[in-house]
């Protein structure tokens, strides 16, 4: 039984998601722990709702940042995960946290890496004038926003389109593919090599899930 640890501090839409998909599929793993950054966070409320350890580190008691650092890094190794999950964790991980669980580390972003990591993704690519844009699935490198790609989804981007609209659909293959991704880490189906990630069956670089590719129950 694989042990998952999730680092949250929003609405933790995409810890619902995998918690749920966890539950319904009865994935061999469990949550051992939710740590938020901040104590009024709607994820908090959420994984309480649900049943899930709640553990708050609120970066406003501890405005030191390397002792914030260093706390996090305790609490999460006292977990002894198998797996680190940011779903909307907004802070930037400290390199001795990076370091100490890397390959079982993994964060989702709101855009087709590598275009336009960092903050304000969807203002990016409306700016651009892109006509896709999406989400990724990745594993967490010292390097924000670089380390190698597992899964992304692709959302079309549409004339009417504004920050809100975009973000919300991207959101929503947010919630298909992280499971996904998740699942395939959980049950060491990955097989990583430069910036990809192929299956263990060898079927191929996993760089487009798109459209209802993963919607039905059993592809999860």
Do not use: C
């Not at 501890?62 to 609490?75: C, E, G, H, N």
């Not at 006292?78 to 779903?87: I, K, N, R, S, T």
């Not at 990955?190 to 129950?217: K, M, N, V």
């Amino acid at each position: 039984m694989k042990k998952i640890v999730m680092l949250v501090s929003g609405r933790g839409s995409n810890m619902v998601a995998i918690a749920q998909a966890l539950a319904q599929h009865s994935w061999p793993a469990q949550i051992v722990a939710v740590i938020a950054s901040r104590a009024d966070a709607p994820a908090v409320a959420a994984a309480t709702r649900m049943g899930l350890p709640v553990q708050v580190l609120d970066a406003r008691g501890i405005p030191d940042r390397s002792r914030y650092d260093q706390t996090l890094l305790t609490l999460v190794e006292q977990q002894a995960p198998d797996l680190v999950v940011l779903a909307g964790y907004m802070r930037i991980l400290a390199d001795e946290f990076v370091d100490r669980f890397a390959g079982r580390l993994v964060n989702i972003h709101p855009s087709l890496l590598p275009a336009f990591p960092g903050l304000h993704p969807h203002r990016q690519a409306l700016q651009a004038g892109v006509k896709v844009h999406g989400a990724t699935v990745h594993m967490v490198t010292r390097e924000l926003d670089s380390g190698p790609i597992i899964a992304q989804a692709v959302v079309p981007v549409g004339a009417d389109d504004d920050e809100q609209s975009l973000a919300q659909r991207v959101l929503q293959a947010e919630h298909r593919i992280y499971p996904v991704a998740v699942r395939w880490l959980i049950e060491d189906r990955l097989i990583f090599s430069g910036q990809g990630a192929w299956l263990d069956e060898g079927s191929g670089a996993l760089q487009a899930l798109i459209g209802s590719e993963f919607t039905g129950h059993d592809d999860i």
